[in-house]
T-cell receptor
Framework: GQNIDQPTEMTATEGAIVQINCTYQ??????LFWYQQHAGEAPTFLSY????GLEEKGRFSSFLSRSKGYSYLLLKELQMKDSASYLC???????????????FGKGTKLSVIP | DAEITQSPRHKITETGRQVTLACHQT?????MFWYRQDLGHGLRLIHY???????NKGEVSDGYSVSRSNTEDLPLTLESAASSQTSVYFC????????????FGEGSRLTVL
């Protein structure tokens, strides 16, 4: 099975940098995803890591260490519109029924303050 | 534009009633999923399908069923609604098993009284 941990809430200041951590324990691993979810809306895809290292996409970057079971999402130059929940999700490893769906963490609610 | 839509967006029902939530996608995706989202639990997988006539149970499937008669639709049925099934339900789809990005519908908020 999968166990995914991330902080429940974080607060950061507009213009600053914030790092949201995610740790996971899993019986198999084939990728880690970050989704953004604004209140009352659907989750939307932010990033995907399957190999160790940093993936950068504009103001957002995501890092993965498979040996440590650890990922983080880095948000730079925070804007008020970045206030949302950030969901970490792990994909299972083996093909076949039940193994390629995503398991989600409980999400981190980020509040950006002026 | 291709999209994924859910209906109804909001529903109130009574304990014991049968409820069906519709999900329709126009991307021709093979894989479709139903999740529920509750405070303190995050998104939990209810059922999923990898293609027509294929359905599989997820983590929290008790009390729910799905059917996949065509590529576009995966309706979720609550056979006898219970108050514990009050939740926000999200349908999602993706093109292939080995590509990860899920595309989510807008969600259906269900209240069981």
């Amino acid at each position: 099975g999968q166990n995914i941990d991330q902080p429940t809430e974080m607060t950061a200041t507009e213009g600053a940098i914030v790092q949201i951590n995610c740790t996971y324990q899993t019986s198999g691993f084939n990728g880690l995803f970050w989704y953004q979810q604004h209140a009352g809306e659907a989750p939307t895809f932010l990033s995907y890591n399957v190999l160790d290292g940093l993936e950068e996409k504009g103001r957002f970057s995501s890092f993965l260490s498979r040996s440590k079971g650890y990922s983080y999402l880095l948000l730079k130059e925070l804007q008020m519109k970045d206030s949302a929940s950030y969901l970490c999700a792990v994909r299972g490893a083996r093909p076949g029924a039940g193994s390629y769906q995503l398991t989600f963490g409980k999400g981190t609610k980020l509040s950006v303050i002026p | 534009d291709a999209e994924i839509t859910q209906s109804p967006r909001h529903k109130i029902t009574e304990t014991g009633r049968q409820v069906t939530l519709a999900c329709h996608q126009t991307w021709n995706h093979n894989n479709m999923f139903w999740y529920r989202q509750d405070l303190g639990h995050g998104l939990r997988l209810i059922h999923y399908s990898y293609g027509v006539q294929d359905t599989n149970k997820g983590e929290v499937s008790d009390g729910y069923s799905v059917s996949r008669s065509n590529t576009e639709d995966l309706p979720l049925t609550l056979e006898s609604a219970a108050s514990s099934q009050t939740s926000v339900y999200f349908c999602a789809s993706r093109h292939r098993v080995d590509t990860g990005e899920l595309f989510f519908g807008e969600g259906s908020r269900l209240t069981v009284l």
